[in-house]
């Protein structure tokens, strides 16, 4: 199997608070995790991806982390600000790794 | 801007029938993905081509068609359209032969079919 799984698909939290968006993938030989973020009327942009041989990678308020054995990996934002409102997606390679399986999506919204 | 050009931005037909979007990869990008959005199924894999070959596909309809031509802009075809083919439609391109890198994507075409 292919699929990847996402979860919440609505967050709402306050500004300056963190959100974590987390998702789980099934299959083991995958080896690419990124995240993209869409706001309205656009395309989906990356973020952050974080690839097999590491556990955790940071890029100022947004860090991602993976556990292989568990077989899921994580989006955390902190100090979230109102612009950070969009949906965000994790993603996994397909089976021969070509293209990527995207989750459903994670709609987060940062009041102010 | 992600440097992926997709034309047009809307597209509103009739069903039964057929339509090409169009969509020019960032400068030497080799690999040109196409993507369905929708509410239900979210982003679905259609298809894949590289340097002008097919090289992967996805959970694309057989009246669905796309090409990659020399100059590596992509068009994807679709026909005898249904009221459910209404979707965004992105075109992404990456350097490589596979998305385990950076894919850049277009902003979309809105297609809607009446």
């Known amino acids: 199997g292919e699929n990847v799984e996402q979860h919440p698909s609505t967050l709402s939290v306050q500004e300056g608070d963190s959100a974590v968006i987390k998702c789980t993938y099934s299959?083991?030989?995958?080896?690419?995790f990124p995240w993209y973020k869409q706001e309205l009327g656009k395309g989906p942009q990356l973020i952050i991806d974080?690839?097999?041989?590491?556990g955790e990678k940071k890029d100022q308020r947004i860090a991602v982390t993976l556990n292989k054995t568990a077989k899921h990996f994580s989006l955390h934002i902190t100090e979230t600000q109102p612009e950070d409102s969009a949906v965000y997606f994790c993603?996994?390679?397909?089976?021969?790794?070509?293209?990527?399986?995207f989750g459903k999506g994670t709609s987060l919204l940062v009041t102010p | 801007d992600s440097g992926v050009t997709q034309t047009p931005k809307h597209l509103i037909t009739a069903t039964g029938q057929r339509v090409t979007l169009r969509c020019s990869p960032r400068?030497?990008?080799?690999?040109v993905y196409w993507y369905q959005q929708s509410l239900d199924q979210g982003l679905q894999f259609l298809i894949q081509?590289?340097?002008?070959?097919?090289?992967a596909k996805g959970n694309i309809l057989e009246r669905f068609s796309a090409q990659q031509f020399p100059d590596l802009h992509s068009e994807l075809n679709l026909s005898s359209l249904e009221l459910g083919d209404s979707a965004l439609y992105f075109c992404?391109?990456?350097?490589?032969?596979?998305?385990?890198?950076?894919?850049?994507f277009g902003q979309g075409t809105r297609l809607t079919v009446v």
């Open positions: 992404a391109s990456s350097g490589q032969g596979s998305m385990n890198t950076e894919a850049f």
């Open positions: 299959d083991s030989a995958s080896n690419y």
């Open positions: 974080i690839r097999s041989n590491v």
């Open positions: 993603a996994a390679p397909k089976g021969s790794g070509y293209a990527l399986n």
């Open positions: 400068s030497g990008d080799l690999s």
């Open positions: 081509y590289y340097n002008g070959e097919e090289r």
